[in-house]
T-cell receptor
Framework: DAEITQSPRHKITETGRQVTLACHQTWNHNNMFWYRQDLGHGLRLIHYSYGVQDTNKGEVSDGYSVSRSNTEDLPLTLESAASSQTSVYFC???????????FGSGTRLTVV | AQSVTQLDSQVPVFEEAPVELRCNYSSSVSVYLFWYVQYPNQGLQLLLKYLSGSTLVKGINGFEAEFNKSQTSFHLRKPSVHISDTAEYFCAVSNQAGTALIFGKGTTLSVSS
């Protein structure tokens, strides 16, 4: 069965370190998205991609970057982790706007 | 740009009671509307969506939502809730050109016996 997987599920890192969160989908979806979820804020869009070599900034992109070298993967990199980036991160994919999104199980990141 | 407001952050109800979770949206263009559910320590799961046509949309687990263009609302309803419906519910909007989903801040539904 097709799926979308995120790794790791949990990570603790130190302030200033570079961290990469992985997202891999086997749906063959062109569209992929990264959100962060914080209490009181719901889900906020970080970056998204509509296809290979395409990336776009979302509402809260500062301090984050993504690259899309193939259809299946959209890794999210925190260039220099900050305590304000402690959050739960969700990756999602979709075939088109009217299909809705399929979400991964999330990565809980703690920056100490 | 689109935005979403979920009018209640927490909704406590008793088992077998009806429930309505309220969502208003703002957009200058035609939109797609979605409701998602998140159970504890899980990702989000699509409950239902409105694309066009009939304003009453039925989803999974007995939920339904009504699109009201004049009120710019998309409220979620269930006539009789179960303990297992306890979860976080998110309303989301995108425009029909396919921009990324914008989510509301969520409503915590707590069902007790």
């Amino acid at each position: 069965d097709a799926e979308i997987t995120q790794s790791p599920r949990h990570k603790i890192t130190e302030t200033g370190r570079q961290v990469t969160l992985a997202c891999h989908q086997t749906w063959n979806h062109n569209n992929m998205f990264w959100y962060r979820q914080d209490l009181g804020h719901g889900l906020r869009l970080i970056h998204y991609s509509y296809g290979v070599q395409d990336t776009n900034k979302g509402e809260v992109s500062d301090g984050y970057s993504v690259s899309r070298s193939n259809t299946e993967d959209l890794p999210l990199t925190l260039e220099s982790a900050a305590s304000s980036q402690t959050s739960v991160y969700f990756c999602a994919s979709s075939a088109a706007a009217n299909y809705g999104y399929t979400f991964g199980s999330g990565t809980r990141l703690t920056v100490v | 740009a689109q935005s979403v407001t979920q009018l209640d952050s927490q909704v406590p109800v008793f088992e077998e009671a009806p429930v309505e979770l309220r969502c208003n949206y703002s957009s200058s263009v035609s939109v797609y509307l979605f409701w998602y559910v998140q159970y504890p320590n899980q990702g989000l799961q699509l409950l239902l969506k409105y694309l066009s046509g009939s304003t009453l949309v039925k989803g999974i687990n007995g939920f339904e939502a009504e699109f009201n263009k004049s009120q710019t609302s998309f409220h979620l309803r269930k006539p009789s809730v179960h303990i297992s419906d306890t979860a976080e519910y998110f309303c989301a909007v995108s425009n029909q050109a396919g921009t990324a989903l914008i989510f509301g801040k969520g409503t915590t539904l707590s069902v007790s016996s």
